[in-house]
Nanobody
Framework: QVSVVESGGGEVQAGGSLRLSCTAS????????AGWYRQAPGKQRELVAS???????YYVDSVKGRFTISRDNAPNTVYLQMNSLKPEDTAAYYC????????????WGQGTQVTVSS
C-alpha cells in the first residue's frame, strides 16, 4: 500500500505565499499524473493542479497564474508553490497520483491545512 505525506501548510495573510510538499512512500509520481487537491469545510474535494508524466500541467481557473505544481522524481516528491493567496484558498490540501485509467494510486494522506486571513 502506497502512502503520501503532505506538509508545508500554515496560516498566512492574504497575498502571502506557501510551498506545499508531498512525499510518497515509493515512486508513484514519475509514472502517473500527480495532483494536488483541496477540500474546504462543507465542500467536495476538488482538483487544484496536476502534472503529467511529460510535464503538462493543469490548473483550476481560480488558481491560474498564482499556483505552480512541480515534481522531483528522486525523492518521490511533488510540490505546490502558492503565491498571492486569497481567503478562498483556505482548505485542507491533499496530494495523490492517478493512473491513465483514472484510478488513485495512493490512499489519501492526512492533508495539510492552509488558512488565509484577510
Amino acid at each position: 500500500q502506497v502512502s503520501v505525506v503532505e506538509s508545508g501548510g500554515g496560516e498566512v495573510q492574504a497575498g502571502g505565499s506557501l510551498r506545499l510538499s508531498c512525499t510518497a512512500s515509493r515512486s508513484i509520481f514519475s509514472s502517473n499524473v500527480a495532483g494536488w487537491y483541496r477540500q474546504a469545510p462543507g465542500k467536495q474535494r476538488e482538483l487544484v493542479a496536476s502534472i503529467s508524466t511529460n510535464g503538462i500541467t493543469y490548473y483550476v481557473d481560480s488558481v491560474k497564474g498564482r499556483f505552480t505544481i512541480s515534481r522531483d522524481n528522486a525523492p518521490n516528491t511533488v510540490y505546490l508553490q502558492m503565491n498571492s493567496l486569497k481567503p478562498e484558498d483556505t482548505a485542507a490540501y491533499y496530494c495523490n497520483a492517478k493512473t491513465s485509467l483514472g484510478a488513485m494510486v495512493s490512499s489519501w494522506g492526512q492533508g495539510t491545512q492552509v488558512t488565509v486571513s484577510s
